[in-house]
């Protein structure tokens, strides 16, 4: 079974920085990648940014690129989005996801396996 809790979400204003965290609990951490999506009131669920198991390949949406930041910590076994610049149309719950891939990027959420609770992230105006 693989596990994945987030934390880091809170409030700011628009403008602040937040970075949130994923903790995974697997053996293998190094063969999965890791999925940022977010899903905001009345909306479907969207894929924010994405990283490879062991390439280090990413993917960001256009929404957030130049602003959000993917990383991970092997020895942590940890992922990582740090978020500047934040607007408040980026209000929403943040869930971390993985999958098996050690080279391939992808945030289709049906495509992820295993899934955290959600932290929700709120941006005021």
């Known amino acids: 079974e693989v596990r994945l809790v987030e934390s880091g979400g809170g409030l700011v204003q628009a403008g602040g920085s937040l970075r949130l965290s994923c903790a995974v609990s697997?053996?293998?951490?190094?063969?999965?990648?890791i999925g940022w999506f977010r899903e905001a009131p009345g909306k479907e669920r969207e894929g924010v940014s994405c990283?490879?198991?062991?390439?280090?390949?990413?993917y960001y949406a256009d929404s957030v690129k130049g602003r959000f930041t993917i990383s991970r910590d092997n020895a942590k076994n940890a992922v990582y989005l740090q978020m500047n610049s934040l607007k408040p149309e980026d209000t929403a719950v943040y869930y971390c996801?993985?999958?098996?891939?050690?080279?391939?990027?992808?945030?289709?959420?049906?495509?992820?396996?295993?899934w955290g609770q959600g932290t929700q992230v709120t941006v005021s105006a």
């Open positions: 996801a993985a999958r098996l891939s050690r080279d391939e990027v992808v945030v289709t959420a049906a495509r992820y396996n295993y």
């Open positions: 697997v053996f293998t951490f190094v063969d999965y990648a």
């Open positions: 990283i490879s198991g062991s390439d280090g390949s990413v």
